[in-house]
């Protein structure tokens, strides 16, 4: 939380029996952070939690390399050889481009 003096223990993702996703953690904002976990899912998936942040759940078989860059609304990560993104308000995800192999997510525009 913004001020904090200590770590907050978020056990919610042992409760659920996921893991976190290497460099799976992002800031949205000033208020909010983002959790990207590989759970039993069969598409990415988006749930928010009480308490102030927000699950990306991946499937095991689409787990992001290079983790997840966010820029509401919409979280960036890369699979294999594609950039893709989900919106992190409605949970709508898509690839948007193919870009070759080990694509990792470094830099997002608005222009």
Do not use: W
Request: glycine share 12%.
């Amino acid at each position: 939380m913004k001020g904090a003096a200590q770590l907050e223990r978020i056990d919610t993702l042992k409760e659920r029996g996921t893991s976190l996703l290497r460099e799976g953690i992002a800031s949205q904002g000033d208020c909010c952070f983002l959790f990207g976990v590989v759970d039993n899912v069969a598409n990415p998936q988006v749930r928010v939690i009480a308490g102030g942040f927000t699950l990306l759940l991946f499937p095991d078989t689409q787990r992001p390399q290079g983790g997840i860059l966010v820029q509401p609304p919409f979280a960036y990560y890369a699979v294999g050889s594609q950039a893709r993104h989900i919106d992190i308000q409605q949970g709508f995800s898509e690839t948007m481009a193919e870009v070759g192999a080990r694509a990792l997510p470094g830099a997002v525009a608005d222009r």
